[in-house]
Structure formats: structure tokens, C-alpha cells
């Protein structure tokens, strides 16, 4: 091979990996959910912290091979009584990552594949925010991210009645930089019922937030087609959506500023914050 060809195929090779590589990192949101909305008093709660809706103005409900960075991030839970308690220690990695090869095997990175798993035991009765938390300045660009993501779970006595009236505590405030706050009992909904809620920017409502709730297992049009699941939000950062299927719905927010700084020794020229509150709902009840 003369050198000429050679060089190109070098070249050809760095761009491969360059695109690669900034594609399996670029900019993927992380959301974190249970598998249940109400469990009974003392039962384990199971969290899901899963990565990915990358795609389609980060606006899908798909995992991309990447997961929550537990050295940059906060795994906390916020009790009945307003305590908070740190999960770190119950992550556990249910994926298996795979060493990928390009060129001949001359360049190397970790294919991140599954996602992370947390639990905690719901001893009080009343609602459980976890709120999980990342701070990082990403390896492909001069850029922030800061990622923001609430489930909340309801713990209940008994299992009669087990949905029927609503817990107190699903508004309280986490203090999260970019949150979202429902404004009505998220653990008790059902096809029919509207969640309302509120997007709270550093501690202020966010007018006119651009707000996509995401189905999961259904494509979103593109950003800027009108829908019923891209939201805006009022001038009290409050918005509104009516479920009408059960299923696993992800609500996300995102916004991008010229925010400049360093961050554990690394420069950034503009920063990315990402917040989401996942819920799950439950098909129509008929009325007695």
C-alpha cells in the first residue's frame, strides 16, 4: 500500500471513530422510572435509570448505549417526612458492556449497553420522590450537562382501595435546577385524568418551556409539527396534558444557554440543562 492510500485510510479511520464515538456520547438525556405507582407499605421500590431519547430533538423513548455516570452524579430520595436518603449504594449495573474495535483493532471504546437499577424500601406511608441528579462537562465539546430526573412512587397501608385517594407530597420542590413539579397526585392516574404541572428554572416558573410528553413506544412528529404531545408552558411555567392511552409516559424539558466556566478542571463555552418526571398510567376504571 503506498503511503498516499495509507494516510487516507488513517484519515478515513479517525473520522469514523470521531463521529462514533461523539454519536454514542452526544447530548443523550437520562430518565429514570419505576415499575409501579403504588406499592404497599414496606414493599421495595425498583428504579430504573435508564439513557438514551436521543433522536428526534431528544424527543423518543428509546435506549442508546450510554448509562448515568455514578461518579457525576446524585442519587437521592426525598420520604413522607421530608427526609433525604442517598441509593447510591444500591445501584446495581444490569448491562453488559463490550470493548468495540475500529481499524484493525488500532482504536478501542467501551460499547455501554443496559442501564442502572436502585431500590429502596417504601417504609412510611405517602409519597417518595427520587430524584437523580448529573453534572458533567461532556468529552466531544466545550459543553455543560446538566441532567435533572424525578420518579415519584406512593406508598400506601393497604391494598384496598389502592389507587383511591390521592397522597400528599408529589409538589414538594426538590430544588433541582430544571424541575418539574406536578401540580396533582401523579401516582393515581388512569386513562381519562390530566396531570397538571409546573417547570421550575432555577427555582423560577419557566415561561414559554418547550415541553414533550412521550409515549412510550411511539415516534413523535418532528420538532415544530403541530401535536398533542409538545407542550408549552404559560407565563407560570404551568402546563396540562390529558393521557389517553395506559402506558410508561415520559415528560421532558430542555435548555440550552451561552453559560461559560470550568467545571472540575475542564472548560465549557455553553451549557445544556435537561429535566424529566416519568409516570405510568394505568387504563380507564370504570365507575361504581
Given at each position: 500500500?503506498?503511503k498516499?492510500?495509507k ?23 437520562g430518565?429514570?422510572q ?6 404497599l ?9 435508564q439513557?438514551?431519547?436521543?433522536e ?8 442508546y448505549?450510554?448509562k448515568?455516570?455514578?461518579t457525576k ?11 433525604i436518603?442517598d441509593?447510591n ?6 448491562g453488559?458492556?463490550?470493548?468495540q474495535?475500529?481499524?484493525s483493532?488500532a ?15 417504601a ?10 441528579r ?8 466545550p459543553?455543560r ?7 415519584i412512587?406512593?406508598?400506601v ?9 390521592s397522597l400528599?407530597g408529589f409538589?414538594v ?9 406536578p401540580?396533582?397526585?401523579?401516582t393515581?392516574?388512569?386513562v ?5 404541572f ?20 411511539k ?11 409538545d407542550?408549552?408552558?404559560?407565563m407560570?411555567?404551568?402546563?396540562s396534558?390529558?393521557?389517553d392511552e ?12 451561552d453559560?461559560?466556566g470550568?467545571?472540575?478542571?475542564k472548560?465549557?463555552?455553553m ?5 424529566t418526571?416519568n409516570t ?9
Amino acid at each position: 500500500m503506498n503511503k498516499t492510500r495509507k494516510n487516507s485510510k488513517q484519515i478515513i479511520c479517525l473520522l469514523i471513530i470521531i463521529f462514533t464515538l461523539a454519536g454514542a456520547a452526544a447530548a443523550h438525556d437520562g430518565w429514570i422510572q419505576s415499575n409501579v405507582m403504588r406499592v404497599l407499605q414496606g414493599d421495595m421500590v425498583y428504579i430504573d435509570m435508564q439513557f438514551g431519547n436521543h433522536e428526534n430533538m431528544h424527543r423518543d423513548y428509546k435506549i442508546y448505549p450510554s448509562k448515568w455516570d455514578v461518579t457525576k452524579s446524585t442519587f437521592w430520595v426525598h420520604n413522607p417526612k421530608g427526609e433525604i436518603f442517598d441509593i447510591n449504594s444500591t445501584i446495581i449495573d444490569v448491562g453488559k458492556d463490550t470493548l468495540q474495535t475500529f481499524c484493525s483493532g488500532a482504536t478501542t471504546y467501551t460499547d455501554k449497553n443496559g442501564y442502572l437499577v436502585a431500590t429502596f424500601t417504601a417504609e412510611e406511608k405517602g409519597i417518595y420522590i427520587v430524584d437523580v441528579r448529573q453534572d458533567t462537562v461532556v468529552s466531544y465539546a466545550p459543553e455543560r450537562s446538566i441532567k435533572c430526573s424525578k420518579a415519584i412512587v406512593g406508598s400506601v397501608p393497604s391494598t384496598m382501595a389502592n389507587y383511591g385517594s390521592s397522597l400528599a407530597g408529589f409538589d414538594v420542590n426538590c430544588g433541582q435546577v430544571l424541575e418539574i413539579v406536578p401540580l396533582n397526585d401523579p401516582t393515581k392516574l388512569s386513562v381519562g385524568d390530566t396531570l397538571s404541572f409546573q417547570i421550575l428554572y432555577k427555582g423560577q416558573p419557566l415561561e414559554d418551556g418547550e415541553v414533550s410528553v412521550i409515549p412510550r413506544g411511539k415516534t413523535l412528529p418532528v420538532m415544530g409539527v403541530p401535536n398533542p404531545y409538545d407542550l408549552m408552558t404559560d407565563m407560570d411555567g404551568m402546563a396540562s396534558f390529558t393521557f389517553d392511552e395506559a402506558n410508561y409516559y415520559l415528560i421532558v424539558v430542555h435548555i440550552e444557554t451561552d453559560e461559560g466556566g470550568i467545571l472540575n478542571g475542564k472548560t465549557y463555552k455553553m451549557t445544556k440543562y435537561t429535566g424529566t418526571l416519568n409516570t405510568i398510567v394505568r387504563p380507564r376504571q370504570l365507575k361504581h
